[in-house]
Nanobody
Framework: QVQLVESGGGLVQAGGSLRLSCAAS????????MGWFRQAPENEREFVAA????????YYADSVKGRFTISRDNAKKTVYLQMNSLKPEDTAVYRC???????????????????WGQGTQVTVSS
């Protein structure tokens, strides 16, 4: 069992930056692929970024590529999402997710994840 807790959300002006954190507890974090997803009101859940258990492999949605960076610190059991050049359309609840993963791959499909955090609100004003 893995528990995930996100933090770092808030209100920021367009063009600003935020860094989200997702702290994990429970079983061995270093064997888990991790992902970030977001959901805005009246929108479906959307993939944002994913990272493999080693951190060597990452994958991004086209909408955030070049602006967001996913990373992880396995010693701290934490995954990060650095968000730069934020836009109003980035406004959403951001959730992290975990999946125990033997191949060192980033996982894009939300249905493949086993554990989810509660989320943190990110609001970008224009």
């Amino acid at each position: 069992q893995v528990q995930l807790v996100e933090s770092g959300g808030g209100l920021v002006q367009a063009g600003g930056s935020l860094r989200l954190s997702c702290a994990a507890s429970g079983r061995t974090f270093s064997s888990y692929a991790m992902g970030w997803f977001r959901q805005a009101p009246e929108n479906e859940r959307e993939f944002v970024a994913a990272i493999s258990w080693s951190g060597r492999n990452t994958y991004y949605a086209d909408s955030v590529k070049g602006r967001f960076t996913i990373s992880r610190d396995n010693a701290k059991k934490t995954v990060y999402l650095q968000m730069n050049s934020l836009k109003p359309e980035d406004t959403a609840v951001y959730r992290c997710a975990a999946r125990e993963m033997t191949p060192d791959r980033a996982v894009v499909n939300a249905r493949s994840y086993d554990y989810w955090g509660q989320g943190t609100q990110v609001t970008v004003s224009s």
